[in-house]
């Protein structure tokens, strides 16, 4: 990491690496085609989420336009 600062910040219930974050979503392919895509979801999963959890794909696409 460049001049990033490793921040962390709660999704729903845990704690994120707002750098890890950022980068799995312009890994596949940004904000809009995650959207697009409707993958919010299994960002989710991929960094630590509770699986059963039923709003964690619109609570994570919030935490990301922030």
Same mark, same amino acid.
């Given at each position: #990491? ?5 921040? !962390?910040?709660? $999704?729903? $219930?845990?704690? $994120? ?12 392919? /940004?904000?809009?085609? $995650?959207?697009?895509? @409707? #993958?919010?979801?299994? !960002? ?7 699986? /059963? ?7 994570? @696409?919030?935490?990301?336009? @922030?």
């Amino acid at each position: #990491m460049t001049a990033w600062k490793k921040l !962390i910040f709660c $999704v729903c $219930v845990f704690s $994120v690496d707002l750098y890890a974050f950022f980068s799995k979503v312009q890994k596949l392919g /940004g904000y809009n085609v $995650v959207t697009a895509n @409707r #993958m919010w979801k299994p !960002i989710y999963d991929d960094l630590g989420g509770h699986q /059963g959890s039923t709003s964690a794909a619109t609570c994570t @696409r919030r935490h990301y336009e @922030r």
